[in-house]
T-cell receptor, first 110, second 116 residues
Framework: GEDVEQSLFLSVREGDSSVINCTYT??????LYWYKQEPGAGLQLLTY?????DMKQDQRLTVLLNKKDKHLSLRIADTQTGDSAIYFC??????????FGPGTRLSVLP | EAGVVQSPRYKIIEKKQPVAFWCNPI?????LYWYLQNLGQGPELLIR????????DSQLPKDRFSAERLKGVDSTLKIQPAELGDSAVYLC??????????????FGEGSRLTVL
């Protein structure tokens, strides 16, 4: 079955790097995604990576994909208080539905 | 361009009462999703529409939940009767799907239901 797992909480100091980890089970997903949810809002696509890539960098965001271990990570450089939110990892098996992890709540301390 | 619009944002009802949620997807998006998000959890799919056809409703509790997508655009999700355990956020999302490419998923702000 499809299952996406994430650690539930992460606290970092402002200016440090944050690394949010995710493991998934289905190897058929063409893309893997990171979504961000701020309080009282819906989810917003942050970035995604094509399954045949190992790394994708987008400004302060770096996505690493280890397809062999089915491990995905999101690194946020120079974390700011505005980055405090819940981050969801998601896969899309066979391009059908999106399966989301439980979310990692990132707290950025001043 | 307007995003995915949902209403109402908040609804408080007593158990056994009916409730309905409405979603207007992004113009031109052929795929519409309803997700359930419980507190502290990720979204879980309830139903997915391709145009006006429900192509995946396997997780929709059909004894009390129903949904429709009028003319392949707007959609409503209904619960009748509501139970205490239905308290959650109901998220609508849409995308433009071509073949096996699901397209980027855009979410509405959600409808938060509280059942007393």
């Amino acid at each position: 079955g499809e299952d996406v797992e994430q650690s539930l909480f992460l606290s970092v100091r402002e200016g440090d790097s944050s690394v949010i980890n995710c493991t998934y089970t289905d190897s058929s997903s063409t893309y893997l995604y990171w979504y961000k949810q701020e309080p009282g809002a819906g989810l917003q696509l942050l970035t995604y990576i094509f399954s045949n890539m190992d790394m994708k960098q987008d400004q302060r965001l770096t996505v690493l994909l280890n397809k062999k271990d089915k491990h995905l990570s999101l690194r946020i450089a120079d974390t700011q208080t505005g980055d405090s939110a819940i981050y969801f990892c998601a896969e899309s098996p066979y391009g059908q539905n999106f399966v989301f992890g439980p979310g990692t709540r990132l707290s950025v301390l001043p | 361009e307007a995003g995915v619009v949902q209403s109402p944002r908040y609804k408080i009802i007593e158990k056994k009462q009916p409730v309905a949620f409405w979603c207007n997807p992004i113009s031109g998006h052929n795929t519409l999703y309803w997700y359930l998000q419980n507190l502290g959890q990720g979204p879980e799919l309830l139903i997915r529409y391709e145009n006006e056809e429900a192509v995946d409703d396997s997780q929709l509790p059909k004894d009390r939940f129903s949904a429709e997508r009028l003319k392949g655009v707007d959609s409503t999700l209904k619960i009748q009767p509501a139970e205490l355990g239905d308290s959650a956020v109901y998220l609508c999302a849409s995308s433009f799907r071509t073949g096996q490419n699901t397209g980027e998923l855009f979410f509405g702000e959600g409808s938060r239901l509280t059942v007393l």
